[in-house]
């Protein structure tokens, strides 16, 4: 099971760091991810991060503003985001990539970001 | 970077109906890192199948995957009513990145 935290509505500029909490699995044998839905659109992956924290990816969109970590003692994952824009607005899930093969397996419910002035 | 386009946009189906949905990539890829996900309104997206044809765990057989190179398709034998809901694919991209198709949707006719 995944359970996303820390979203809420801010300014635009501001900051949130959002927290995903694992458990019922063995937390770090698995590569982690984060996906975003913006309200009535489509699937963005945003930020991939491997089991042992030091091959990380972002997209395009969120490079340099936002910073994807990892605790494996805390069954926790994170993700850090700076300088929010309007357009971040959007439901965050995060995602267990699976073991072996390609694809993300067990996803959270999603915390909703607002980012508005 | 490679586009994945699925087509068609939409799907107008009755209960008991089969349906195929398409996956191009812009590009010949690996089909072993080609995903499906069902989404439906108000939750998380549930992975179908992997390496284009691998149903995930406590995937009913009327849902297959197949496909190579750049054509990958999404085939529901016989539409439940819970079926109902928008599927997308999706590919690794090497590096950690994945990128997703836009969408297509299932409603009912």
């Known amino acids: 099971q995944l359970v996303e935290s820390g979203g809420g509505a801010v300014r635009p500029g501001g900051s949130l760091r959002l927290s995903c909490t694992a458990s019922?699995?063995?937390?770090?044998?698995?590569?982690m991810t984060w996906v975003r839905q913006a309200p009535g659109k489509g699937l963005e992956w945003i930020s991939g991060i491997n089991w042992r924290g030091d091959t990380i990816a972002y997209a395009d969109s969120v490079k340099g503003r936002f910073t994807i970590s990892r605790d494996n003692a805390k069954n926790s994952l994170y993700l850090q985001m700076n300088s929010l824009r309007a357009d971040d607005t959007a439901s965050y899930h995060c995602?267990?990539?699976?073991?072996?093969?390609?694809?993300?397996?067990?996803w959270g419910r999603g915390t909703t970001v607002t980012v508005s002035s | 970077e490679i586009v994945l386009t699925q087509s068609p946009g939409t799907l107008s189906l009755s209960p008991g109906e089969g349906a195929t949905l398409s996956c191009r990539t812009s590009q010949s890829v690996n089909s072993n890192y080609i995903a499906w996900y069902q989404q439906k309104p108000g939750q998380a997206p549930r992975l179908l199948i992997s390496?284009?044809?691998r149903r995930a765990t406590g995937i009913p057989d009327t849902f297959s995957g197949s496909g190579s190179g750049t054509d990958f398709t999404l085939t529901i034998s016989k539409l439940e009513p819970e079926d109902f809901a928008v599927y997308y694919c999706q590919l690794y991209d090497n590096s950690l990145k994945w990128t997703f198709g836009q969408g297509t949707k299932v409603e009912i006719k």
């Open positions: 390496g284009a044809s």
């Open positions: 995602a267990r990539e699976g073991y072996h093969y390609f694809g993300m397996d067990v």
């Open positions: 019922g699995f063995t937390f770090d044998d698995y590569g």
